[in-house]
């Protein structure tokens, strides 16, 4: 296990990170996704540690609440250092049925924040991330609202998801004029399937300085290669259909990672993911996981190496089609 730091930040995190959205299963959506219990979530979280990772990411919304709760108890139930973990979670979504039970005014996130601490039953979260751009409140008051959570001790570093690039600019912008924390990081869905991440987020993110967290790296479980020739009626997609992706392109980059991984001893999951761990924007990678043997397959795809040959091939299969500005910029060459 490697790991890197988060950003322009001396925080080191290992470069998978166990995502613990399968934590329990309250809801409706969240249960489509994963139902582990207490025992269950105790072993992924240790199985994870052992293996080097030392950081777990949650949010407020996963399970209403259950994920944050059994995260705080894996990591005492297993006793494991405080000192020694990076604990990750997100506020944005909605809590309560109220007006102000959701977005990110400065009452809403220090009100989730300070509950999302209880739950998980510490006295500081290592990274704080923005779980949605707020279109109704205006960016410093987002801002600010981190800001008054790191100088309270609250929080020790901000971040934002699911952000445009112009969004992640203009904040660090705001940060940087006020003097209030910047940003550290962004989590964004990014894989062999849906690369859109490229044409703008990850440009700001190198330009700010930024690290890069990806959520959801098998597409939801389609570069495991569950679904592409099957009638698709089990896994996590069968029903909940989610990220969407051209799945024409999916089942190209499939195809070519079974031949990759005939060859390497390998399982379809594991390059789909070692490629993004080949790719410099990426700091850490959020793998999740309803089986034991599935995140232990996971955290094998560190000891995977690509050559450039290999790495071209999946480029060729996986590449997005033009589009505006973006071909013209190359034309000029202004992206290079």
């Known amino acids: 296990m490697r790991y890197r730091t988060l950003g322009r930040s ?31 979530a105790n072993e992924m979280v240790k199985t994870a540690f052992d293996a080097g990772i030392n950081f777990f990411d949650t949010a407020d919304v996963y399970s209403e609440g259950r994920s944050e709760e059994m995260l705080g108890q894996a990591l005492r139930d297993t006793g494991l250092p405080r000192n020694e973990v ?20 400065r009452g809403h996130i220090i009100d989730a924040c300070k509950a999302s601490l209880k739950r998980l039953g510490t006295d500081h979260i290592d990274l704080y991330q923005l779980h949605g751009f707020d279109a109704e409140t205006p960016m410093d008051e987002q801002m600010e609202a981190l800001d008054i959570l790191v100088k309270h001790g609250h929080v020790r ?33 990014y894989t062999l399937a849906g690369r859109d991440l490229e044409r703008e987020v990850i440009p700001a993110i190198r330009s700010e300085g930024l690290g890069l967290l990806v959520w959801s790296p098998l597409a939801g479980g389609y570069l495991a ?29 499939v195809r070519r990672l079974r031949e990759m991984a005939e060859g390497k001893g390998a399982s379809v999951a594991q390059l ?11 700091t850490s990678v959020i793998v999740g996981a309803t089986r034991l043997e599935q995140l232990t397959d996971n955290i094998g795809a560190t000891d995977i190496a690509f050559t450039d040959e290999e790495l071209s091939v999946l480029d060729e299969a996986s590449k997005l089609p033009p589009e505006y500005p973006g071909w013209m910029l190359e034309r000029q060459g202004g992206n290079a």
Not at 10 to 35: A, D, P, R, Y
Not at 174 to 180: H, K, Q, S, Y
Request: charged content about 20%.
């Open 10 to 40: 001396g925080l080191k995190v290992s470069e998978l990170c166990l995502g613990t959205m399968t934590f329990h299963g309250q809801g409706e959506m969240w249960s489509q996704i994963g139902k582990l219990d207490q025992s269950g």
């Open 272 to 282: 789909a993911l070692a490629w993004l761990l080949h790719q410099q924007a990426v």
């Open 86 to 105: 990076v604990v990750a979670s997100k506020g944005f979504g909605p809590v309560h049925d109220g007006p102000n039970g959701r977005g990110a005014s």
């Open 157 to 189: 570093y901000a971040g934002v998801s699911n952000w445009t690039g112009w969004q992640i600019a203009k904040a660090q912008g705001l940060a940087e004029r006020r003097g209030t924390a910047p940003l550290r990081s962004v989590q964004s869905y």
């Open 225 to 253: 290669g569950k679904y592409t020739d099957q009638d698709g009626s089990e896994g996590r997609r069968a029903n909940f259909d989610f990220p969407p992706l051209d799945k024409d392109r999916a089942d190209g980059v």
